[in-house]
């Protein structure tokens, strides 16, 4: 079989930065022993994953999707959690700030300053 090119590749995959970033993810994964879709024919792994690009063996959609999942760092189902919980948040009615006068407000922030009146951290 004749070397693949990227021209061979172009074909299927248009941007080349994206080529780029497919095959070496399917190169990863065949390293971790993911099965062959062609033959090796003594060819490392990158080679192997252009082949398979280049003879539509393995499905880019699938690929691409398992690749943003490997480079994702958040987590979906936590984004969903938070919206509900600040949709919940909005639902109760806000409740009034306590009203004090300067000398207890001065007083308060100096305990925070300062720690526990009786010595204690």
Do not use: W, Y
Request: hydrophobic share 40%; with cysteine; glycine share 4%.
């Amino acid at each position: 079989m004749a070397r693949v090119t990227v021209e061979d590749c172009i074909e299927k995959v248009e941007n080349r930065f994206e080529l780029v970033l497919l095959a070496a993810h399917r190169a990863r994964t065949i390293s971790a022993g993911a099965p062959l879709a062609v033959d090796r024919d003594n060819d490392k792994n990158p080679v192997v994953a252009l082949r398979e690009i280049a003879e539509s063996k393995i499905d880019l959609d699938g690929l691409t999707e398992n690749l943003i999942t490997g480079l994702q760092r958040v987590i979906p189902s936590d984004d969903e959690e938070e919206a509900e919980r600040e949709s919940r948040a909005e639902e109760r009615p806000a409740l009034p700030a306590p009203e004090m006068d300067e000398a207890a407000m001065l007083k308060a922030l100096q305990s925070d300053r300062d720690g526990p009146a009786d010595g204690r951290l």
